[in-house]
DNA sequence: CAAATCTATATGTATAGACAAGGTTATTAT
DNA sequence: ATAATAACCTTGTCTATACATATAGATTTG
């Protein structure tokens, strides 16, 4: 299960005699291999101990080197087990504009999702595109509302691959992440993603679901999901009414 | 100018055989006094060796307690000088809407940021309010647009209150950053900041200035600078083309 | 057979000491 | 007086060691 000591560290070139930290190399010797895949998440790193012994260096050292790893959110150390590649994080805070429910309920009000429609297509030359897929390819597409206090706040299509032929979950509905879905209906698990937040006006369609008037402007978010081989695999474009909605982010860290 | 050991070590409570740790003690120890201002941004904290010999520990638990502080960027350590409370990290990359300059350029585009007025107001009510400042105080006022290859992008308005009765630099206009403005003609240092991003649509001034027809949605940052008593010592309003603006984050650590 | 105990192994904390390298200040030589 | 040098202080790196603590598997015990 823990695979340790599966994986070969004789390819590291460490020069204990440069003029750069040892933990530093070490630490960059890690990060390659994990960038490049020779570390898949979930893996275990050599032991400590055996690492300082290989390399002929104190485990302290190593330890250096592996703290600047758990820093940058790469690895994760369990006491007693092991240290392990960790899962590269998705759905973070960059925009804030998800955890629509924490917020929402901060605010004293009562978050809700509404799903208006979920059904199998089959993907069109844009659809096929985006996701790298043939042409008429079986994919999931899900219509979402988010309402606080029942009215309408965002308005969401993601598409995802179909491609375990699973049924839909009633549990997967209550908040259907883009990344969640994915990894139920998916070949591949997610691991990194990219969003881009644009403004726009409403269209007829986004008007009457968010309950605006036509050319209303909204902040509109792209967001598109890879798996390890950097292949997409879903698909999703929220929009959130720019009336209802702002991002505010605090620089400073005094307290009050 | 160091003001080494002008700081007292007396009143933190380390318990050495706490299972609490040390080295996190001694952490959050540091971080409570530059949270309650016991250490200002800049001041020097003692030296590890004078910590080491106080609490009749080890230098390398206090390190261990200093790098927690370094990696959380609330101090910072200098070689053979020592090791200070850094100043907050303000104009943060948080929207990334700032740092036109190193976007555009990557973009081979040639930014450019034009001063169309600089001149002192009085403050009415609303400013007065917004600065926290009796009415009719002096304040700085300043409007510039940001283009690339000469088509305007952004349309920025600030206010700083105008308390050194310095003339404005030219320097200051090549950048002007609200919070270098700020630090120039305010009494106290800017030490933390508010952004609330939000979409809008152009009035007849923005419209003509961004070139763009009435209307038009737009991304609309209003941003407030805080001194260290909390005190807003400076206000901008800042309108992004939504036209060409997209915000663009990646997660996950793969590359390519 | 199942539960408790032991044992080996992993990371976590802490120590004391050595030397390197950057920075400041005092001293010395010119 | 000025410039080069030396002494000293600071953080940075690295080692070797010790014990603490969590985990998993083997062993003993009921």
């Not at 070969?8 to 890690?30: C, G, R, T, W």
């Not at 150390?77 to 504009?97: R, Y």
């Not at 988010?146 to 179909?162: F, G, M, Q, S, W």
């Amino acid at each position: 299960m823990s695979e340790q000591g599966s994986f070969n560290l004789d390819q590291a070139e460490i020069d204990k005699n440069s003029v750069i930290p040892i933990y530093y190399q070490l630490a960059k010797f890690f990060e390659k291999q994990i960038r490049q895949r020779n570390l898949l998440p979930g893996e275990a790193l050599p032991t400590e101990t055996e690492i300082a012994s290989h390399f002929g260096i104190s485990r302290m050292t190593v330890r250096r080197a592996i703290s600047e790893l758990v820093a940058a959110g790469m690895v994760y150390a369990q006491k007693g087990k092991g240290t392990f590649v960790a899962m590269p994080k998705l759905d973070n805070i960059v925009f804030d504009l998800n955890n629509f429910y924490e917020e929402i309920k901060q605010k004293g009000m009562k978050p809700n999702s509404k799903l208006l429609e979920a059904k199998i297509v089959r993907s069109d030359e844009l659809l096929s595109k985006r996701l790298g897929i043939p042409l008429n390819t079986r994919c999931l597409f899900f219509r979402i509302v988010i309402t606080a206090n029942d009215e309408p706040l965002a308005y969401e299509r993601k598409y995802t691959v179909y491609a375990k032929q699973k049924p839909i979950l009633e549990s997967e509905l209550k908040d259907p992440s883009l990344s969640s879905l994915a990894a139920a209906h998916s070949d591949s698990l997610p691991v990194s993603s990219k969003k881009v937040l644009m403004v726009s006006r409403t269209t007829e369609e986004e008007s009457l679901i968010l309950g605006v008037s036509r050319g209303t402007p909204v902040f509109l978010m792209v967001q598109t999901l890879y798996d390890l081989e950097r292949k997409p695999i879903a698909w999703g474009l929220s929009i959130f009414r720019g009336d209802r909605y702002k991002l505010t982010s605090y620089d400073g860290w005094y307290d009050e």
